[in-house]
């Protein structure tokens, strides 16, 4: 009953929201920022569809140029309206609806956003490992009298 009345007096709570507002324009300007990056990698290097992508969805769900032009549009407006103030929930769910669609589409674009998805990396080709390692020391050079089992050997008498 006690954290039923907690969280309910923290969802009531009226106070200052100057923190809040800034926390808004933060998270508008980083979504600018993606929009800005996507639209500069389009313009640069062309269309991520026209050469190699891998998509966590089906090539069916990935976006045509023009369809893909138009999802940077609307996250640019989104994100200015986040940043602006006006329709700011609504803006921030589209905007990041879309970063994360675009993020399915062309995941090697946003390798670096992978944490969520480590679980499906389990089951990638490369995450496959043949043949004996034991045998390799760091960075791939022959295991030597540096190497673990030299210093287990030595100290077994």
């Given at each position: 009953m006690r954290l039923d009345s907690t969280?309910?007096?923290?969802?009531?709570?009226e106070g200052d929201t100057y923190l809040l507002a800034l926390v808004r324009i933060g998270f508008g300007l980083l979504l600018l920022n993606e929009a800005w990056l996507a639209t500069t990698q389009l313009r640069d290097a062309g269309y991520f569809g026209g050469y190699f992508h891998q998509s966590f969805l089906p090539d069916g769900l990935v976006p045509s140029v023009g369809v893909y032009q138009g999802v940077l549009g609307v996250q640019f407006v989104a994100a200015a309206l986040v940043v602006a103030g006006r329709a700011a929930r609504s803006a921030l769910l589209v905007a990041a609806a879309l970063l994360v669609y675009v993020m399915l589409c062309d995941r090697l674009w946003f390798h670096h956003y992978v944490t969520p998805w480590r679980p499906s990396r389990r089951f990638s080709p490369s995450r496959r490992v043949t043949g004996n390692w034991s045998s390799v020391g760091p960075c791939g050079s022959p295991r030597g009298q540096s190497g673990r089992r030299a210093r287990?050997?030595?100290r077994s008498p």
């Open positions: 969280l309910r007096r923290l969802r009531d709570e287990s050997a030595r």
